[in-house]
């Protein structure tokens, strides 16, 4: 009985927990610090295993592109984008895959989609990377191929506008002179057809050939409508010349631009002579192919 007495009046008299002690503040911001760094390291680590999963994606994507499986290709590019969106090269394969299976004038909706999607992709680069020569002349060749079919003037503009930004970036490179050209030409020569339609079909009697003179009637609005595109062109191709002085393919553009220029003189000799311009340069084209087909082939 006394033991209890003596232990009660014990548990009465042993001082209450009190409330934990608190750890000074250094120690708080050193336990802070010390979990934000794990956390900064656990996110480190998804990040690489995502961009190396990334480019083992890309990787894979590469060799299903260049095999011609741009399905498979496509998937893995878009992988990689998603898991890595500055992986770069990924993007630019996946716009290129998709561009690669745009078939120029088709009509399906398929079809359409590929050139869009392509089209959409690579102004996604440029929105990153507004220099990137890759996405500039991607865009700038398949904003060229669905101009055709059917003929759309305005994305004629746009695809030109990109080859005046790589020219801008690159003034050195001959080839978007050329494609700046090869617009022109298009645009101007289309005009020149309508224009010589429009013609025969109001002088039944008095029809014009393709190779004739272009008519006095029309002359004056083939001048309004083209004459800048047409001196563009001849411009962009001498520039190309002076850069690459055997570039074949310029030359014969030049030849053809010279031709619509001669449909706009009224002068008979400014037009043989316009024309015999267009006709030597003809003679150089093949001189430098013959050339070229005589030369070794590497490997031979």
Excluded at 29 to 54: E, R
Excluded at 116 to 142: C, M, R, T, W, Y
Excluded at 173 to 193: G, M
Aim: proline share 6%.
């Amino acid at each position: 009985m006394t033991y209890a007495v003596i232990s009660a009046s014990s548990a009465r008299l042993a001082p209450k927990p009190g409330p934990a002690p608190r750890r000074s503040a250094p120690a708080r911001c050193a336990q802070g610090a010390s979990a934000f760094a794990a956390l900064l390291l656990l996110v480190a680590g998804v990040s690489g295993c995502s961009k190396l999963q990334a480019r083992d994606l890309l990787n894979k994507g590469v060799g299903n592109y260049k095999n011609g499986l741009y399905d498979a290709a496509i998937d893995d590019f878009q992988k990689a984008k998603e898991l890595d969106p500055g992986l770069m090269n990924a993007r630019v394969y996946l716009a290129t895959a998709y561009a690669s299976q745009y078939i120029p004038g088709a009509p399906s909706d398929q079809n359409v989609r590929l050139g869009n999607a392509a089209v959409n992709e690579f102004k996604e680069i440029l929105q990153i990377d507004p220099n990137n020569l890759s996405a500039i002349d991607g865009i700038g060749s398949i904003l060229f191929q669905m101009s055709s079919t059917p003929y759309d003037p305005k994305k004629f503009d746009e695809s030109k506008s990109y080859h005046q930004k790589h020219i801008e970036l690159k003034p050195n490179d001959p080839e978007p002179y050329y494609w700046i050209a090869a617009i022109d030409w298009i645009v101007a020569q289309r005009i020149n057809l309508e224009l010589r339609a429009a013609y025969n079909k109001d002088h039944i009697a008095k029809q014009v050939r393709d190779t004739d003179p272009m008519p006095s009637a029309v002359r004056a609005d083939y001048v309004a409508k083209s004459s800048a595109m047409v001196e563009e062109g001849i411009t962009a191709l001498q520039k190309a010349l002076q850069i690459r002085p055997d570039y074949d393919d310029a030359m014969a553009y030049l030849n053809l631009l010279y031709r619509r220029k001669a449909d706009m003189v009224e002068s008979a000799e400014e037009r043989a002579s316009l024309q015999k311009q267009a006709d030597d340069l003809i003679d150089k084209v093949k001189e430098i192919k013959q050339k070229r087909a005589e030369q070794p082939q590497p490997g031979s």
